[in-house]
Nanobody, 124 residues
Framework: VQLQASGGGLVQAGGSLRLSCAAS????????MGWFRQAPGKERELVAA????????YYVDSVKGRFTISRDNAKNVLYLQMNSLIPEDTAVYYC??????????????????WGQGTQVTVSS
């Protein structure tokens, strides 16, 4: 089972990026998924989470109104649209999937599969 995150890069403040997370080895269409990030010297934090169907989502306060999490279960892909980026968004972004939960999960311990991370750097 593999989660492959992509779409990171260097962008100026105010710009946008779209992260993708492609799953292989099994389908996650019935499982909760999420995006986490970890900045240098900081703990990993949940950025956004989504239920199996996509009808329920969660966002950390710092990204509300700027980021949108979505999923395409037919393609087994998770997305994170990031707009109005600020330097504080600079981090390695990880996608994750739960093996057992269908509803939104906010605890990293409830995720069983993790992508390798993609670097997002926002310059001021």
């Amino acid at each position: 089972v593999q989660l492959q995150a992509s779409g990171g890069g260097l962008v100026q403040a105010g710009g946008s990026l779209r992260l993708s997370c492609a799953a292989s080895g099994r389908t996650f269409s019935s499982n909760a998924m999420g995006w986490f990030r970890q900045a240098p010297g900081k703990e990993r934090e949940l950025v956004a989470a989504i239920s199996w169907s996509g009808d329920s989502t969660y966002y950390v306060d710092s990204v509300k109104g700027r980021f949108t999490i979505s999923r395409d279960n037919a393609k087994n892909v998770l997305y994170l649209q990031m707009n109005s980026l600020i330097p504080e968004d600079t981090a390695v972004y990880y996608c994750a999937a739960s093996a057992d939960w269908r509803t939104v999960r906010r605890n990293a311990l409830q995720y069983d599969y993790w992508g390798q991370g993609t670097q997002v750097t926002v310059s001021s």
